[in-house]
């Protein structure tokens, strides 16, 4: 069975393909620019964490 | 700045280390007998009671390792690793006692009632009703604690350990309740809310889900808290791991469909499960990698440490079975994977080699430090590695063997367009394998009991640390973020916002997914001739949910020539409409059974329900005596079909009323007929039940007018 079939009956349906790559593409862009903002410090800081219960 | 002093509570952890091991080793003995029972089916016990049937203890098992076994070991990870990173103890020590000894008693009840027969019929999510309230009231109190804690931690910072907690916890609550939705019938006995198509869709998108936020993100927090602390170094990128996880519970939710690839699930989710299954590669294999290069430079430790070592294979098992995951995902392979052992070897790699491992290696690395003491025996710890790895090679091969044996076998024709071999014939030729299966997890067994002497011998040897002191400055209340910072003080530190944009993360998969199957009336074609289940079939099916035949039975034919030419015409999605809930099944240990109706007469199952060697010679499945004994439960018939019509059944008004006649009617029907093969039977006998449903199953169909 096709679902395009049932897609096509929505008015202006084309637009949603759109709608949702961009939303993936938006989240994906922001994640890996954030994750390039983080300063080295920051991350030093962070990702020592476990390591607090020794000091 | 001043510090505040406070106690980490070791006793919790310890409490939830116990039963994690306690409950492995219950939930992989079960497995093992399981194991042992296909092989030698006397081993069933059938003839002497009802409880200990494949049917019944596969359930057990299954729900034992995944829920009792690795949920313990998630809730000691999270009991000990949550307040160490956030610098302060757990935020209340009576909820944490409520989680413990609830989840315990949920256990408790599971057992015994999937060994009674009470179950809802849909894998991995069996429990009934009851025990699903339970199990929600201390999901909830669990987040309670856990959220408590973070609000009020000394520690700005969540680290990603925690993020992984998180987005498990929400999820895990997501799709148990979705999953969940069932009309009670009594005490406890419902009916999934969903019919066939839409039942099957919900329950795999439970199903992998549940594989990925129960078994995979709360582990990889583990990994990223003891995987660090064990090499004594940070995690290899804090960065990756970011990435990592965002991307991996954003197309982890998608994947569901892959459990359905080529049934009458509609053609757009099979492949939506595909495409997504194939993007986890990359965020699945980018935590690998975060893990193993965790250990650059102190490789050499690997050598001597065991605890490094059950790390190494756990992390390694973790790639190879996320990368077979997406490759059995592909509708080619799939079609040689679905309902054959080779799923059963791929979800072990998981269950042994990720979830046990990672396990292993941290009770060892924890009971020391919770008991200020030295490993007792590096070198009995060694040992348990080696025969764990052994164990699951021994286990996983031959089931990769058997596999593709049985897959050639079915597909074979003769010459002349003849099935070359019985379904029997391929039963077996996989039993040798099955027998060696069995013998890989005794092995993998044996390592656990290994690890259970070392444990105690190396808690004897210390005095428990009942609580360790620890100091912090609290937390400031106007805080503002360095600059640069932007991103990262939006979510990082906002617990709240980060458990919102999980849950609306998790949440637009299962919607996007969901959503169409059960408004978009064309994606299941109805079909006219399809009628509702008989009050005797309806019975008789309960009686079919109750044994859990669709451990080992499948009603979905898939449309290939082998399976139409063995089983029968294909499987359609409009004869499933009534089925609450669908029976599909994913594993075929025995043949397919969708078009089992009317293929024999009532005689020959009558005679195979007793003693099926003697209608099969060869045959592994048990006998069912008691349903030969027991008397068919005619009161709740009221309301079973009382429950049906409220979920669109179409039953005729007041037909509960009048229901046990027409059931008594068929079954004077059937023992009539049985006498007239000198079957002698009173009609109020739930074997009589359960002939009525299977001689009932894909006939519908076949009174379609032909076109």
């Known amino acids: ?55 | 700045m001043n510090q505040e002093k406070f106690y980490y509570d070791n006793k919790i952890p310890r409490l939830f280390a116990i039963a994690c091991i306690f409950w492995g080793t219950v939930g992989m003995l079960l497995g093992v007998i399981a194991a042992f029972q296909l092989a030698f089916p006397v081993l069933n016990f059938s003839e002497y009671m009802p409880y200990l049937t494949f049917g019944r203890l596969r359930p057990v098992h299954t729900n034992a390792v995944i829920f009792a076994f690795v949920g313990n070991g998630i809730f000691t990870a999270v009991y000990y690793a949550i307040p160490r990173l956030l610098k302060t103890p757990m935020w209340n020590r009576a909820l944490s006692l409520i989680h413990f000894w609830g989840w315990q008693f949920i256990i408790v009840c599971a057992a015994v009632t999937l060994l009674m027969g009470y179950t809802t019929g849909k894998e991995y999510a069996e429990l009934e009703w009851p025990i699903d309230i339970l199990i929600t009231i201390i999901w909830v109190v669990f987040g309670i604690n856990m959220f408590g804690t973070i609000f009020t931690r000394r520690e700005r910072h969540l680290y990603v350990a925690i993020w992984f907690f998180i987005a498990s916890w929400v999820t895990v609550a997501m799709l148990h309740i979705v999953n969940s939705f069932e009309i009670p019938v009594s005490f406890m006995k419902s009916y999934s809310w969903y019919a066939g198509v839409q039942d099957a869709l919900v329950q795999w998108w439970y199903g992998h889900n549940a594989v990925a936020f129960f078994l995979t993100t709360p582990y990889l927090g583990l990994m990223y808290y003891f995987l660090p602390k064990a090499a004594d170094r940070p995690v290899y990128s804090y960065r990756l791991s970011i990435v990592h996880f965002w991307s991996l519970i954003f197309l982890y939710i998608w994947a569901g469909p892959h459990h359905l690839l080529y049934t009458a699930l509609p053609d757009w989710a099979q492949s939506v499960g595909t495409a997504f299954s194939i993007m986890l590669i990359l965020p699945s294999w980018g935590g690998m990698l975060n893990g193993l290069f965790t250990l650059r430079g102190a490789w050499d430790k690997v050598r001597e440490d065991p605890v490094l070592k059950f790390f190494v294979v756990a992390v390694t098992c973790y790639g190879m079975s996320t990368f077979e995951g997406p490759m059995l995902s592909l509708k080619n392979v799939n079609a040689i994977s679905h309902y054959s052992d080779w799923t059963v070897a791929h979800v072990h790699i998981g269950a042994l080699g990720w979830n046990g491992f990672m396990t292993f290696g941290m009770m060892y690395w924890l009971i020391p430090k919770l008991f200020n003491a030295k490993l007792y025996s590096r070198k009995l710890a060694s040992a348990h590695f080696w025969i764990g790895t052994l164990g699951i090679l021994l286990y996983a091969i031959p089931m990769y063997w058997s596999a593709f044996r049985s897959y050639f076998m079915m597909k074979a024709f003769t010459p002349s367009g003849q099935l070359e071999y019985e379904f029997i014939d391929v039963v077996q030729t996989v039993v040798p394998f099955y027998v060696i299966r069995a013998v890989g997890g005794t092995i993998f067994l044996i390592g656990v009991f290994l690890m259970i002497y070392n444990l105690i011998k190396t808690a004897q040897s210390g005095d428990f640390v009942e609580s360790e002191e620890a100091s912090a400055a609290p937390l400031v209340k106007e805080y503002t973020a360095p600059k640069n910072s932007i991103w990262h003080s939006l979510i990082e530190r906002k617990p709240l916002l980060l458990l919102v944009l999980s849950l609306i993360v998790v949440g637009i998969g299962g919607l996007v997914e969901l959503i169409p199957t059960f408004l978009v009336k064309e994606n299941i074609p109805t079909i006219a001739s399809v009628k509702p289940y008989t009050p005797l079939e309806l019975q008789g099916r309960d009686i079919y949910i109750r044994e859990g035949c669709y451990n080992c039975h499948s009603q979905m034919i898939r449309p290939f020539r082998y399976e139409v030419t063995r089983y029968g015409e294909y499987s359609k999605a409009g004869e499933f409409v009534y089925d609450h809930p669908f029976q599909w099944g994913s594993k075929r240990t025995g043949p397919d059974l969708a078009r089992i109706g009317k293929k024999y007469g009532d005689s020959w199952h009558f005679n195979h329900m007793l003693e099926p060697t003697s209608m099969a010679p060869g045959s592994i499945m048990p006998s069912y005596p008691s349903m030969y004994e027991n008397t068919i439960d005619k009161v709740s018939t009221n309301s079973k079909i009382h429950a049906m019509r409220k979920m669109g059944v179409p039953y005729p008004d007041g037909y509960e009323a009048i229901a046990n006649q027409d059931l008594e009617k068929q079954a004077m029907q059937i023992t009539k007929g049985l006498k007239e093969n000198k079957i002698e039977i009173a009609s109020d006998k739930e074997i009589i039940a359960l002939i009525a449903y299977l001689q009932r199953i894909g006939t519908d169909i076949k009174l379609e007018p032909k076109k």
């Open chain 1, 1 to 55: 069975m096709k679902f395009s079939t049932y897609l096509t009956q929505i008015s202006g349906v084309s637009i949603y393909p759109i709608i949702s790559l961009s939303m993936f593409v938006v989240f994906f862009v922001l994640m890996i620019f954030w994750m390039y903002r983080l300063p080295k410090k920051e991350i030093e800081r962070i990702e020592n964490l476990p390591f607090d219960d020794k000091k």
